[in-house]
C-alpha cells in the first residue's frame, strides 16, 4: 500500500509540473489579451463577451470530455489532446490579424482546457491516498500557481524591454512545448499504473439533488465575480504597460497561496470553507473603489484568493460527494455549470463595467443567493 502512495505522489506532483509550464503559457497569455484584444479594435463588452463565451464553452465542454473519459477509459489519450489545443492556440495568437481572428484562438484555447481538465481531475483524485483529495488539489494547485506567477513575470519583462505583445505570445511556444515532454513523461513511466486502491460509499452523480444544488449555487457565486480581466482593462492609462501584467501575476500568487492553504485546511475543516470565497468575492469590487493603482493590485489578490478557494475545496467537495467510478463525469458537469456562471459574469459585468454601484449590488445579490442554495446542499441528505 505505502509503494502505491508514494507512487501517485509522485505522478500527482508530475502532473503539478505539466500544469507548472502549462499556466506559465496560457496564464502569461491571459495578462495581457485584455490589453491586445481591445488594441485590435475591440471593446469592452465585446471583451466581457469573448471570455465569457470562452470560459463557458470551456467549462461546458468538460462535461462531454467528463463522460467520454469515463466511458473510454482512455485518461491520457484525450489530456494529450486538451493540453495540445489549450497551449499551442496561445503563441498563434501572435499572428491574430484582428480582434476577430483573436477571439477565435481565444475560444480554442478555453475549448482545449475544457477537454484536458476532466481525465487530469480524475487522474489527481485516483491517484490521491484516502482522505487526502485536499492534499492532492492543494500539491498539484501550487505547482499550478507558480507557473502562473512566473508567466505573467516573463511577459512584463518582454514588454519592459521593449518587447511588443505579438513577440511575447511568440515567446510562450517555450513552456508550452516544456509542458507537452513533461506530460509525456509522466504516461511514459506512471501512465499504466493502476491507481484504483480504495472503495469509496458516495452518493449516484444521477441522483444526488445536493451535488446539482451545489453546482448551481457554485455557478451563481461564479457569476457574481468581478474578474481580473476587467481589471487589467481598467489599468490601462493608469500604470505603465509592462506593469499591468504584474497585477495578473498577483492575481495567480494570491490563487495559489490561498488554493494550497485552503486545500490543506479542507482535510481538517470540511466544505464549509467553501462559504470563505463568497465572502471575499463580496469584497473585490468595493476594494476597487479606493481609485487609486494600489487598490487594483489588492482587488487582484482578493480575486486570487477567491480562485484558490475555487480550485482546491470545490473541486474537493465534489470529490468528496460523488462515487469514483462516476467522478469523471461529475467534474464535467460540475465545470459547465461554473463555466455558465462565468460566461454571466463576463456578459452582465461588462455591461455594468462603468458603474461600480450597480456592479457592487450585483455581486452582492448573486453571492447572497448562492450562499443560500450552498447552506441547502450541506443540509440535504
Not at 91 to 102: K, S
Not at 115 to 142: L, M, N, Q, W
Not at 268 to 295: A, D, H
Not at 334 to 359: E, Q, T
Amino acid at each position: 500500500m505505502d509503494g502505491k502512495i508514494r507512487k501517485g505522489t509522485i505522478l500527482i506532483i508530475i502532473i503539478g509540473f505539466v500544469s507548472l509550464f502549462g499556466d506559465f503559457t496560457y496564464e502569461g497569455a491571459r495578462s495581457i489579451i485584455p490589453q491586445y484584444f481591445t488594441s485590435l479594435g475591440g471593446s469592452v463588452f465585446l471583451l466581457g463577451i469573448v471570455l465569457g463565451v470562452s470560459e463557458f464553452a470551456g467549462y461546458a465542454f468538460r462535461l462531454v470530455s467528463g463522460k467520454i473519459a469515463d466511458r473510454t477509459k482512455r485518461y491520457w489519450p484525450m489530456m494529450f489532446v486538451g493540453y495540445a489545443i489549450n497551449l499551442f492556440a496561445v503563441p498563434l495568437l501572435a499572428l491574430a490579424g484582428n480582434y476577430i481572428g483573436a477571439a477565435v484562438l481565444i475560444f480554442l484555447e478555453r475549448l482545449g482546457k475544457g477537454t484536458r481538465t476532466p481525465p487530469r481531475d480524475y487522474v489527481i483524485s485516483s491517484a490521491a491516498a484516502e482522505g487526502k483529495t485536499g492534499k492532492a488539489f492543494a500539491i498539484e494547485e501550487g505547482l499550478d500557481q507558480a507557473g502562473a506567477i512566473v508567466g505573467p513575470l516573463v511577459v512584463a519583462m518582454v514588454l519592459l524591454y521593449r518587447g511588443t505583445y505579438k513577440e511575447a505570445f511568440a515567446f510562450l511556444a517555450f513552456p508550452a512545448v516544456s509542458a507537452m515532454v513533461v506530460l509525456f513523461a509522466a504516461y511514459r513511466y506512471y501512465g499504466r499504473a493502476n491507481l484504483k486502491r480504495h472503495k469509496e460509499m458516495h452518493t449516484s452523480i444521477m441522483s444526488s439533488r445536493k451535488f446539482l444544488m451545489y453546482s448551481v449555487a457554485v455557478a451563481i457565486s461564479a457569476a457574481g465575480l468581478y474578474q481580473v480581466a476587467f481589471m487589467l482593462y481598467g489599468a490601462q492609462g493608469r500604470i505603465a504597460a509592462y506593469l499591468i501584467p504584474i497585477i495578473f501575476l498577483t492575481a495567480m500568487a494570491g490563487e495559489g497561496a490561498f488554493g494550497f492553504a485552503f486545500g490543506l485546511l479542507y482535510d481538517r475543516i470540511g466544505r464549509k470553507l467553501v462559504y470563505s470565497g463568497l465572502m471575499v468575492s463580496l469584497l473585490i469590487p468595493i476594494i476597487l473603489l479606493g481609485g487609486t493603482p494600489e487598490y487594483l493590485f489588492i482587488a487582484a489578490l482578493a480575486y486570487g484568493a477567491v480562485l484558490g478557494i475555487q480550485d482546491t475545496v470545490m473541486r474537493a467537495v465534489v470529490g468528496s460527494m460523488i462515487k469514483h467510478k462516476e467522478r469523471g463525469s461529475a467534474f464535467g458537469i460540475f465545470n459547465a455549470f461554473y463555466g455558465f456562471g462565468l460566461l454571466a459574469s463576463g456578459a452582465i459585468v461588462g455591461y455594468l463595467y462603468f458603474s461600480i454601484d450597480a456592479v457592487i449590488a450585483y455581486v452582492f445579490v448573486a453571492q447572497a443567493i448562492a450562499f443560500v442554495l450552498l447552506s441547502a446542499s450541506f443540509t440535504e441528505k
